[in-house]
């Protein structure tokens, strides 16, 4: 089984929202190296405790660990933006780990739009699919299923989104017009709601999908810091296959 640790960067609201982009990043490892990955990131912990004096137990939240850092404030801010690219750099170093990233551009959208269920459905979507198509890597069996943990508390929006995915998901034809109603077959449950600060690879996925807001719309600081182009640093385990017309396989809205 895979499982997709899925968090978000940027505000959804489309009318008066202080924000242009919204974006939703999941990571993804199968069920049999969940175990070494973990041990992976509480190792990369412990280095950041010695090298930073960041303890353990506390949360790396990214937006937060730039702007808002409370007691984290202790720690200089270019040595937070130094173990945000040591944390970027390690999971690109881990070979088991595969991300779905979604980024929805808000300028132009009609007011209608709802940023939040369409970025949830093209990541349950792309999730769906590669799980479909055996294409994650180290592949241990065909037919694996796939589990969704979500920052957070539980989303009464989410859940019947998947409840309607799982009777009707009309999917455009990729040639001439229609739709085929392809419903979710390989995502069991609903989605598992986690307290981020709990949570070590939903950290992780809140990492990805804050340097990817940072590519799409820097800070002045992450500007001036060259902390803009970190994202790319992800490269190795990029899902490309999630949007191949994409070169790093970013589904855009």
Same mark, same amino acid.
């Given at each position: 089984?895979?499982?997709?640790?899925?968090?978000?960067?940027?505000?959804?609201?489309?009318?008066?929202?202080?924000?242009?982009?919204?974006?939703?990043?999941?990571?993804?490892?199968?069920?049999?190296?969940?175990?070494?990955?973990?041990?992976?990131?509480?190792?990369?912990?412990?280095?950041?405790?010695?090298?930073?004096?960041?303890?353990?137990?506390?949360?790396?939240?990214?937006?937060?660990?730039?702007?808002?850092?409370?007691?984290?404030?202790?720690?200089?801010?270019?040595?937070?933006?130094?173990?945000?690219?040591?944390?970027?750099?390690?999971?690109?170093?881990?070979?088991?780990?595969?991300?779905?990233?979604?980024?929805?551009?808000?300028?132009?959208?009609?007011?209608?739009?709802?940023?939040?269920?369409?970025?949830?459905?093209?990541?349950?979507?792309?999730?769906?699919?590669?799980?479909?198509?055996?294409?994650?890597?180290?592949?241990?069996?065909?037919?694996?299923?796939?589990?969704?943990?979500?920052?957070?508390?539980?989303?009464?929006?989410?859940?019947?989104?998947?409840?309607?995915?799982?009777?009707?998901?009309?999917?455009?034809?990729?040639?001439?017009?229609?739709?085929? *109603?392809?419903? &979710? $077959? !390989?995502?069991?449950?609903?989605?598992? =709601?986690?307290?981020?600060?709990?949570? #070590?690879?939903?950290? +992780?996925?809140?990492?990805?999908?804050?340097?990817?807001?940072?590519?799409?719309?820097? *800070?002045?600081? &992450? $500007? !001036?810091?060259?902390?803009?182009?970190? =994202?790319?640093?992800?490269?190795?385990? #990029?899902?490309?296959? +999630?949007?191949?017309?994409?070169?790093?396989?970013?589904?855009?809205?």
């Amino acid at each position: 089984m895979y499982l997709m640790y899925v968090d978000e960067s940027g505000d959804p609201g489309i009318t008066n929202s202080p924000t242009r982009y919204f974006t939703l990043s999941g990571l993804v490892i199968n069920e049999t190296r969940w175990q070494s990955a973990m041990g992976r990131v509480a190792d990369f912990r412990q280095r950041m405790r010695s090298a930073f004096g960041l303890q353990v137990r506390e949360e790396i939240h990214s937006a937060r660990f730039i702007t808002s850092p409370g007691p984290l404030v202790r720690i200089p801010r270019h040595d937070r933006l130094a173990i945000l690219r040591h944390f970027a750099d390690e999971l690109a170093r881990m070979s088991e780990l595969s991300v779905i990233n979604v980024v929805v551009d808000k300028q132009d959208k009609p007011t209608t739009y709802d940023v939040f269920e369409h970025a949830w459905r093209a990541l349950v979507q792309r999730f769906e699919n590669t799980l479909i198509h055996n294409n994650f890597p180290n592949a241990m069996t065909k037919g694996e299923c796939g589990m969704v943990f979500a920052d957070g508390q539980p989303s009464a929006k989410l859940i019947a989104m998947y409840t309607r995915m799982r009777d009707y998901n009309p999917v455009p034809n990729q040639t001439g017009g229609g739709y085929r *109603n392809i419903v &979710m $077959r !390989k995502i069991i449950e609903d989605p598992c =709601f986690r307290d981020s600060a709990h949570s #070590l690879l939903i950290q +992780a996925a809140d990492l990805v999908a804050f340097l990817l807001y940072q590519q799409e719309q820097p *800070n002045q600081y &992450m $500007r !001036k810091s060259g902390g803009a182009g970190y =994202f790319s640093r992800l490269t190795p385990i #990029l899902c490309r296959r +999630a949007s191949p017309r994409d070169p790093q396989g970013i589904v855009r809205l």
